[in-house]
Structures are given as C-alpha cells and as structure tokens.
C-alpha cells in the first residue's frame, strides 16, 4: 500500500472513530471516492489498533484509578466492579453477531448504498435521542441497560452505522448525559477493538491480514493513535457547550450525497 494512502487513511480513521458518523463507512468510501484499491478490513482492524492505543492514554488516570479501586475495600470498588460488570456484558452482543455475520457484512454490506442509508437513519435517531431529557449518570447503570447498549453497539456491525454514534445514542435514549454516555461509549470500546483485532490475527491466513504491507500499516497506527486522541479531547470538549447537531447534519448530508452519486 502506498504511504500516503495508508496515512490518509489513518487520519480518517483517527477523527471518525470517536466522533458519531462512522469509521468503518469513511474507510470504505475513501477508497471508492478517489479509486484506491479496497484496503481490506484486516488494515482497518489494524487502525482500529491504533485507536485502542489512544483510548487506553486518553483514560488511563481513570483506568489506574479503578484498578486500585479493586484492591480496597471501599465503595469505589464495588463501582468499578459494577463497571467491569456491565462493560463485558454490553460487549458480549457484538462479539455473539460478529463471530456469526463476520464475514457476510464483508461480502454484502461494503458499499456506498448501505453506508448512505445508515448514515441518514441513524444520524436521524441520534438527533431524535440527544433531545430527550438527560437525567441519570452511568454509574447506575443496569445489567439490563447495559445489554440493551450492547445490542445497538451489535448493529455498528453494519457499516455507516458508526459503533460510537450508536452506543452514545443507546445511552441517551436511556436518560443518560452525554458526557456520561460518550464515557461509556469510549470505554466500552476497549474490549470491542481489542477482541475484533485479535480476532482478526486469530483468522490469520483466512484474511488478507497476512499479505498486508508491514511498514505502511506501522505509521498508519501510530498515525491512527495520534488522532484519535486529539478527536476524543476535541468531542469531550465540544458535548460540554453543544448538542451532536452538527455530527447529525452531516450525516444526513453525506447519506444524500451518497445516494446521488451512487444510486
């Protein structure tokens, strides 16, 4: 792959990631938009790495702090207990429909028409979502909510859909603030990539991940892990003073765009 497309692509990947309008939709339709050969999902599982990378720098007071919180006896304990707890079972739907459709969303839902449909609803649920009233805070979040999360981050599995962007509408459609969904939402995303990229090493030579080129996809990572995490400081930033319209806005405007050039 050539560098500068493989940075291209980081970057993409580094502001969509995070930001509710699709990672996995942008780094399909770059390629088809500027006629670059399909990179192939194992090189996006790769920058999906490099996003990890960022989530980990970006929260780890947070995740030192829960992991000293489990060794006292204390009720920020049992809160990182509870989080633990609802964080593995909010993955567990993508990990069940994933290890299933895998491999049919690669075949059937990779293009254009799919990501402009999912891009206009979704974007339209998003809107509809952070305009319901926001009460409660993730910390009492249930077992049933947090699978009810898990469910619509199962969904993202469908390109355009944007796994962050569903997730934060999981959240706020469940009353929650959108710092405190956003939060959820990122830190949920640990074990989502992690399992998805290891997954991907694990299929080894039933992919491309084999064949990809070692030194392009090294760059593209650290690219990857930079923008991401300016992406995150960015968004937390912004939902303090501002609603996800502007994310909603553009959404719609790319899905109709898509359907124009593409339908």
């Given at each position: 792959m050539d560098l500068m497309h493989a940075c291209v692509l980081a970057i993409i990947q580094g502001i969509t990631e995070f930001l509710p309008i699709s990672s996995s939709g942008h780094l399909i339709l770059i390629p088809e938009l500027f006629a670059w050969p399909d990179q192939g999902v194992s090189f996006d599982i790769a920058l999906h790495f490099g996003s990890l990378i960022a989530i980990l720098c970006f929260f780890r007071p947070m995740l030192i702090a829960h992991?000293?919180?489990?060794?006292?006896?204390?009720?920020?304990?049992?809160?990182?207990?509870?989080?633990?707890?609802?964080?593995?079972?909010?993955?567990?739907?993508?990990?069940?429909?994933?290890?299933?459709?895998?491999?049919?969303?690669?075949?059937?839902?990779?293009?254009?028409?799919?990501?402009?449909?999912?891009?206009?609803?979704?974007?339209?649920?998003?809107?509809?979502?952070?305009?319901?009233?926001?009460?409660?805070?993730?910390?009492?979040?249930?077992?049933?909510?947090?699978?009810?999360?898990?469910?619509?981050?199962?969904?993202?599995?469908?390109?355009?859909?944007?796994?962050?962007?569903?997730?934060?509408?999981?959240?706020?459609?469940?009353?929650?603030?959108?710092?405190?969904?956003?939060?959820?939402?990122?830190?949920?995303?640990?074990?989502?990539i992690a399992l998805a990229f290891f997954y991907e090493i694990f299929r080894g030579l039933k992919t491309d991940f084999g064949h990809i080129d070692l030194l392009p996809t090294i760059i593209a990572v650290i690219v990857t892990a930079i923008t991401s995490y300016m992406t995150m400081s960015l968004l937390f930033h912004w939902i303090r003073k501002w609603r996800f319209t502007a994310f909603v806005i553009y959404r719609v405007l790319l899905g109709l765009g898509l359907m124009i050039f593409f339908w």
């Amino acid at each position: 792959m050539d560098l500068m497309h493989a940075c291209v692509l980081a970057i993409i990947q580094g502001i969509t990631e995070f930001l509710p309008i699709s990672s996995s939709g942008h780094l399909i339709l770059i390629p088809e938009l500027f006629a670059w050969p399909d990179q192939g999902v194992s090189f996006d599982i790769a920058l999906h790495f490099g996003s990890l990378i960022a989530i980990l720098c970006f929260f780890r007071p947070m995740l030192i702090a829960h992991w000293h919180a489990l060794k006292a006896s204390s009720p920020a304990r049992a809160e990182t207990i509870a989080l633990i707890r609802n964080i593995i079972v909010a993955t567990l739907p993508a990990c069940f429909v994933g290890f299933f459709l895998h491999d049919k969303v690669d075949l059937y839902l990779r293009n254009p028409q799919v990501i402009a449909v999912t891009s206009i609803f979704f974007g339209l649920l998003l809107w509809w979502a952070d305009s319901q009233k926001k009460v409660g805070h993730t910390q009492h979040l249930t077992v049933a909510q947090a699978l009810l999360i898990g469910c619509f981050q199962a969904v993202a599995l469908i390109p355009g859909t944007s796994r962050s962007g569903i997730t934060i509408t999981a959240g706020l459609l469940l009353g929650f603030s959108r710092q405190h969904a956003t939060e959820f939402s990122f830190l949920l995303a640990i074990p989502t990539i992690a399992l998805a990229f290891f997954y991907e090493i694990f299929r080894g030579l039933k992919t491309d991940f084999g064949h990809i080129d070692l030194l392009p996809t090294i760059i593209a990572v650290i690219v990857t892990a930079i923008t991401s995490y300016m992406t995150m400081s960015l968004l937390f930033h912004w939902i303090r003073k501002w609603r996800f319209t502007a994310f909603v806005i553009y959404r719609v405007l790319l899905g109709l765009g898509l359907m124009i050039f593409f339908w």
